[in-house]
């Protein structure tokens, strides 16, 4: 059984920076993609980015240009650096992973800017 596992969210000023960390066990062989979405009140769940084994990096419109997501050696975590934090970035922060086929989901982590 995959297990999903985020860590790294807090309190930030505007203009400040975070990194989020999402490990990810239980696979026997590579995952196909690992990425982050976030959701804030009231809002639907967007795509912040996402690393495939193919590609390059693919990052939501609203986040480009200030967050970079990365792989560890280990091939098993996922990094979030989330630079120049605006006020709208305030939302709980989900690392998403593809396994053979089937989506898993962290509990979340949630991140507030304060302005």
């Known amino acids: 059984q995959v297990q999903v596992v985020e860590s790294g969210g807090g309190l930030v000023q505007a203009g400040g920076s975070l990194r989020l960390s999402c490990a990810a066990s239980g696979a026997s062989f590579r995952f196909n993609s690992m990425g982050w979405y976030r959701q804030a009140p009231g809002k639907q769940q967007e795509l912040v980015g996402v690393l495939t084994n193919v590609g390059n990096p693919m990052y939501g419109d609203s986040v480009k240009d200030r967050f970079t997501i990365s792989r560890a050696n280990a091939m098993n975590t996922v990094y979030l650096q989330m630079n120049s934090l605006k006020p709208e970035d305030t939302a709980v922060y989900y690392c998403?992973?593809?396994?053979?086929?089937?989506?898993?989901w962290g509990q979340g982590t949630q991140v507030t800017v304060s302005s």
């Open positions: 998403n992973v593809v396994y053979a086929g089937t989506t898993y």
